[in-house]
């Protein structure tokens, strides 16, 4: 059980558009979401946490305006990266915490790669 | 300073050998202490997770936690080369509601 995926897994796009990447957590409902940007050998970096219909709270220096969060369902978050740039290429990775859950019980999706040429 | 402080390696041992991993941390505040190990290009999965000081043990790793020192470890045992992987550190100052504070990660490979 507490699987989450993410789709895609790998995405290339070309500077200036936008990416939308999804959030599914397949077997328990997920009242908050994280989403979490990791580069090459750096930690995990929060940039928002998400609850189910409800606008997402953003960490400091995170652009709302660029990275959109949607968390429509208690299944589902979104997270689109608005008029990419080569900068915002890196391994994007997302967790469910199922309803007044401990913080540790935090599962994480398989993450996307995100590219931009 | 940032919050959590990991050693990022690499750290490298023969199979069979004991590994040693370790954070420090400056805010006094955290009180659960998680292991997560990740796979190259794979999402964190949780390993051992620990409240306030003290030792846990399962299976072949212990984890360790001594706040007095804010400074918490991570033990395996019988390394196998399956262990071979990026080991972070979290912290989270509540049990419910708080988000996690990962250290940069330590990556193990274990040789046969």
């Known amino acids: 059980g507490a699987v989450v995926s993410q789709h895609p897994s790998w995405v290339i796009c070309k500077s200036g558009t936008s990416v939308k990447i999804e959030c599914r957590s397949l077997?328990?409902?997920?009242?908050?979401m994280f989403w979490y940007r990791q580069f090459p050998k750096q930690s995990l970096m929060l940039m928002a946490t998400?609850?189910?219909?409800?606008?997402?709270?953003?960490e400091q220096g995170v652009e709302k305006d660029k990275f959109l969060i949607n968390h429509a369902s208690l299944t589902l978050s979104t997270l689109t990266v608005t008029s990419a740039h080569p900068e915002d290429s890196s391994f994007y990775i997302c967790?469910?915490?199922?309803?007044?859950?401990?913080?540790?019980?935090?599962?994480f999706g398989p993450g996307t790669r995100l590219t931009v040429t | 300073q940032k919050e959590v402080e990991q050693d990022p390696g690499p750290l490298s041992v023969p199979e069979g050998a004991i590994v040693s991993l370790n954070c420090t941390y400056s805010?006094?505040?955290?009180?659960?202490f998680m292991w997560y190990r990740q796979y190259s290009r794979k999402g964190p999965e949780l390993l051992m997770y620990?409240?306030?000081?003290g030792n846990k043990e399962d299976g072949r790793f212990t984890a360790q936690v001594d706040k007095s020192s804010k400074y918490i470890s991570l033990f395996i045992r019988d390394s196998q080369p399956s262990d071979s992987a990026t080991y972070l550190c979290?912290?989270?100052?509540?049990?419910?509601?708080?988000?996690?504070?990962f250290g940069k990660g330590t990556s193990l490979l274990v040789t046969p």
């Open positions: 967790s469910a915490r199922p309803g007044l859950a401990s913080s540790y019980e935090q599962y």
């Open positions: 077997d328990f409902q997920a009242t908050t």
């Open positions: 998400s609850n189910e219909g409800s606008k997402a709270t953003y």
């Open positions: 805010n006094s505040a955290f009180q659960y």
């Open positions: 620990t409240y306030s000081s």
């Open positions: 979290a912290m989270s100052a509540d049990e419910v509601g708080y988000a996690l504070n």
